[in-house]
C-alpha cells in the first residue's frame, strides 16, 4: 500500500469550526527512553524533532462533551508558545499548519487518530483566510 505513516490533512478538515487552548504546552515523555526519575523528551521517529503536546478544545456544536478536547503533538525544535489570549474570550483561539494525522486503534477497541502538526499560531480572520484560499493573500481582514 502506498499510503504509510501520518497522513497529510489540513486544519480545515480536523477542525472545521476552529479549536482553543485549554492546557499548557508540555515536553511529552518517551516512556522506552525514560528511566527511574530521569526524563526523555520524545522525538519524531521521521523527523527527530522534539515532540511537545497541548490540549484543545474542538469548537464543533455537535460533539458530545467527552469528544471536545484532543491532544496535538507539535513537533519543534524549542517549546512552542500559544497565541496570545483576546479579549473577551475564555480560551485562546488557535490554528496549525503542517497538520497530519494517525490513524490507530485505542484501548476501547476503536478507532483514533493522532494529530501531529509543525506550527501553532493565532488564528486568520474570516476574510483573510477567504482571500488566502482564493489566491490573494495579504487582503485587509
Partial sequence: MALQGPIPVTFDMVFPHGCYVVGEVEQVKDF????????VQARD?????????????DADPTLKPAQKTVAVKILAPVQPVPPAPMAGLPFTPVEFDGVSVTPYVNANGRLAYSIRVREMRAPRSGAVKHAAANGKEGAAA
Avoid at 45 to 57: F, G
Fill in 32 to 39: 522506552d527512553a525514560s528511566t527511574n526519575g530521569r526524563f
Fill in 45 to 57: 521517529k521521521q523527523t527527530r524533532e522534539l515532540v511537545w503536546q497541548v490540549a484543545v478544545m
